[in-house]
């Protein structure tokens, strides 16, 4: 179940800026995010927020938010789609999963 995320949770997502500020990158690839739904006013840490993660905002939907590293959150995992059992489909052609089977 998604549940996490549906009740609002702050969920990490698996990018950073750390290298160029403002300039995302997926973890695993090193790779420019070629999606976002950055929140209102988002990415607004500048140096002292350098995670992605989602924040429910007043419109009552989870969107991305930079976040300081070091905050507690919760995670999702990935798997390839060939192995997915179930899911959202959220990111470069995989399945993402909040905290299940991982
Ligand atoms: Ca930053
Ligand atoms: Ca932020």
Redesign the pocket.
């Known amino acids: 179940m998604c549940t996490v995320a549906e009740r609002g949770v702050e969920v990490w997502l698996g990018a950073r800026d750390l290298k160029r500020d403002g300039q995302f990158t997926w973890n695993n690839s090193a790779t420019y995010l070629d999606y976002t739904d950055w929140g209102p006013k988002?990415?607004?840490?500048y140096y002292h927020?350098d995670c992605l993660a989602t924040h429910l905002y007043r419109d009552g939907k989870l969107h991305w938010?930079?976040?300081a590293c070091a905050a507690r959150n919760f995670f999702v995992c990935e798997k390839s789609v060939a192995t997915a059992g179930c899911g959202e489909k959220l990111l470069n052609g995989y399945n993402t999963f909040i905290n299940k089977d991982c």
């Open positions: 988002e990415p607004n840490g927020e938010n930079d976040r």
